[in-house]
């Protein structure tokens, strides 16, 4: 008994395979009569780990598998943040997968696979741990894309996503293969206290560094080792493209963390530039190309490629507040995302895909309502004010301005103003463009609700950012300070 309670940190963790074992039995032998029997157990799994995180929670730093495994404030909070993306992204998609054949125990299975995955890179504190929960989460979204067989889009996105991301995956490898090498461990903490001694070899530390943000750069997504980004949110089913959008961003930005900030932090003069070059990049190559964009799908898929650069320059900053801003800017991303991967879902129904711009002409007459949430999303995501969008930006750049990045601020607020014309042109469409389909929307009542909570809390959040805001701060320095 006592060595199960030693594995307390690990609960969630434990709890969710052994439900995804249990989902994977049920649709063996009831999903044929009934469908929804792996919805239900998917969504209790979700609220089961939502539930064990936040009551086995203790102040301080848990280690545990040979400090292979961390449990900290911030790794509860951003669990937290991940389940309630998952649950909300399988509510959305209900309907969707239902009509296309593809509410399985499959997608279910793997969204949750996918989801250990990254609760694994959250929480890990040693580079085999973060190889291990980054490969558990690639190969279920590998797979996920490529679930729907008979679409040549899908079969070629699935195939470039796993070209590229085992291309990436070696980089990391590679990286973290170097770092070894010059460090003699591969425990993060470690790593950070034997550079801060002193290495003999440092260009094969800086060289793996360099692998390092590589590989970190292609799973934000950043420019330039962005290609794989537009191509994979296009082909994929939407409901995938929402998970790939979502929860793995609040990974990525846990995995930057774990590696840069705690285990690489002596480096920072090296790789604080790195990241520079990345965000302004991203930023502008994002802002830039999605203008030229038709397809709704493809045009998030830009807009998250500059959104990453806003993130980038929050970890940049190498400060407490830039830390937190970056935490901050991360959840808020991704709960706009979810805002606006689910508005396409919503629109769409059997046979009929509502994911380019032309498919919003006249949104306000045929839906009043939905168009409202639409336009708080897009004034959120352009970083209108009082959406939750503008503070969360504004909390990045002051955090720039502070560590005397003025440049990176200025050229950042410029791209913005740019990037503001792809997000606004969709509310000229749904206000002012008469629309080309009159066929009724038809939305289910939780999807409804959902869609209303979802855009409605961009702009209660943006009015009152202040408690949120405070608890990405304070576990962020939390876990800095006790590691």
């Known amino acids: 008994m006592d060595y199960l309670y030693t594995l307390q940190p690990a609960y969630p963790e434990i709890f969710l395979l052994i439900m995804i074992c249990g989902l994977m039995l ?14 239900i157990i998917a969504q209790t799994a979700l609220l089961g780990c939502f539930l064990i995180t936040a009551l086995t929670h203790h102040p301080g730093v848990e280690h545990l598998f040979h400090g292979m495994f961390v449990d900290d404030l911030m790794s509860d909070v951003l669990k937290l943040f991940s389940y309630m993306a998952v649950s909300m992204m399988l509510a959305y998609s209900r309907n969707y997968l239902l009509t296309r054949g593809l509410f399985t125990g499959e997608f279910m299975a793997l969204a949750l696979f996918a989801l250990l995955g990254l609760m694994v890179m959250i929480s890990a504190s040693h580079f085999l741990t973060l190889y291990l929960g980054l490969e558990l989460l690639s190969l279920s979204l590998y797979a996920m894309v490529a679930l729907q067989r008979d679409s040549a889009t899908a079969t070629e996105a699935a195939m470039k996503y796993f070209i590229l991301g085992a291309m990436a995956s070696g980089l990391l490898l590679y990286g973290m293969s170097m770092l070894y090498g010059a460090t003699g461990t591969l425990e993060v903490n470690a790593v950070a206290d034997a550079i801060s001694q002193g290495v003999k070899n440092k260009e094969l530390l800086v060289f793996g560094l360099v692998f390092v943000v590589a590989g970190l750069a292609f799973k934000l997504g950043a420019v330039p080792f962005h290609m794989w980004v537009p191509d994979v949110y296009h082909g994929a089913p939407t409901a995938v493209t929402m998970l790939i959008g979502t929860a793995p961003k609040l990974a990525a930005f ?14 920072m003069i090296h790789w604080s530039g790195m990241l520079e070059i990345l965000a302004v990049l991203s930023m502008l190559v994002g802002n830039i190309t999605a203008i030229a964009q038709t397809n709704l799908k493809r045009m998030l898929a830009y807009s998250t490629i500059a959104h990453m650069g806003f993130l980038l320059i929050g970890v940049l900053s190498g400060s407490i507040e830039g830390y937190g801003s970056a935490m901050f800017y991360a959840v808020i991303y991704v709960l706009m995302s979810l805002g606006g991967f689910g508005m396409i879902m919503l629109l769409s ?13 006249g949104l306000n007459q045929r839906s009043p309502w939905l168009a409202f949430i639409m336009l708080l999303l897009m004034f959120s995501m352009a970083g209108v004010p009082p959406t939750v969008g503008f503070y969360a930006k504004f909390s990045v750049l002051n955090a720039a301005v502070s560590a005397g990045h003025i440049y990176l601020v200025v050229l950042a607020v410029l791209l913005s103003l740019i990037g503001a014309f792809y997000y606004l042109r969709i509310v000229k469409l749904m206000y002012f463009d008469a629309p080309e389909s009159h066929v009724p929307i038809s939305v289910q009542p939780d999807s409804s609700i959902l869609m209303s909570f979802n855009g409605l809390a961009v702009l209660a959040l943006g009015m009152f950012p202040g408690n949120l805001m405070s608890m990405c701060a304070v576990s962020v320095q939390q876990s800095l300070l006790l590691h």
Request: hydrophobic share 50%; net charge negative; no cysteine.
């Open 26 to 39: 049920a649709d063996l032998f009831f999903a044929r009569q009934n469908r929804m029997i792996t919805y």
């Open 254 to 267: 846990a995995f930057l963390m774990r590696i840069l900030v705690e285990g690489l932090q002596p480096l």
């Open 349 to 361: 129904r059997e046979g009929f895909e509502a994911d380019n711009l032309n498919d919003f002409k």
